[in-house]
């Protein structure tokens, strides 16, 4: 079991720019999840998926960000036209798909915007 | 507005003692709790899951939850310096069996 894996784990990137992260989620778990953390607070949620269907999407979510899991597989999030705000550490997380299964979370991708 | 509150701490303690972890929720209807152990830069690793009133053990770590009182603790007994991190308060929402909502953090520190 070789854990949920993300990458890159460090983004430097202009404001205006579009980053993309990747999430591979442990094998057999259904459910794919993204939180972003910001220093001091706990991880907020943002979307979910189970299987390749995104099946809720939070008010932190706005237009500019995209997720997907085209094969039910890896996720993808992307942020477009990145802004101050963004700084943050996105955190993917998976379980499988009985309910109250404890989601278990990779490294994350910490963002930095200049 | 689900919140879950913890003390933000830095919880200080000496090597060996007891460290006592709390947390309250405001959703009644939450079924699921967790505790993560977050240690500084790093991601949010499970410790803990507890579903029913009362105590659950494992290891130096005691899960306890009281859902009448909308309260669950964590405690470390011996405690070790290794054991200094932040640690998360996660409540599964009421009414969804997938959203984490996550406590602030109480940062601990166990002093040699």
């Known amino acids: 079991d070789t854990g949920v894996s993300q990458n890159p784990r460090h983004k430097i990137t202009k404001r205006g720019q579009n980053v993309t992260f990747r999430c591979d989620p442990i094998s057999e778990h259904n459910r794919l999840y993204w939180y972003r953390q910001t220093l001091g607070q706990g991880p907020e949620f943002l979307t979910y998926?189970?299987?390749?269907?995104?099946?809720?999407k939070s008010r932190l979510l706005s237009d500019r960000f995209s997720a997907e899991r085209p094969k039910g597989s890896f996720s993808t999030l992307e942020i477009q036209r990145t802004e101050q705000g963004d700084s943050a550490m996105y955190l993917c997380a998976s379980s499988q798909s009985n309910s109250n299964q404890p989601q278990h979370f990779g490294d994350g991708t910490r963002l930095s915007i200049l | 507005q689900k919140e879950v509150e913890q003390n933000s701490g830095p919880l200080s303690v000496p090597e060996g003692a007891i460290a006592s972890l709390n947390c309250t929720y405001s959703?009644?209807?939450?079924?699921?709790f967790f505790w993560y152990r977050q240690y500084s830069g790093k991601s949010p690793e499970l410790i803990m899951s507890i579903y029913s009133n009362g105590d659950k053990e494992d290891g130096r770590f005691t899960a306890q939850l009281n859902k009448a009182s909308q309260y669950v603790s964590l405690l470390i007994r011996d405690s070790q310096p290794s054991d200094s991190a932040t640690y998360l308060c996660?409540?599964?929402?009421?009414?969804?069996?997938?959203?984490?909502?996550f406590g602030k953090g109480t940062l601990l520190t166990v002093n040699p």
């Open positions: 996660a409540v599964l929402s009421g009414g969804s069996n997938y959203k984490l909502t």
């Open positions: 998926f189970q299987n390749e269907a995104q099946l809720e």
């Open positions: 959703d009644r209807v939450s079924q699921s």
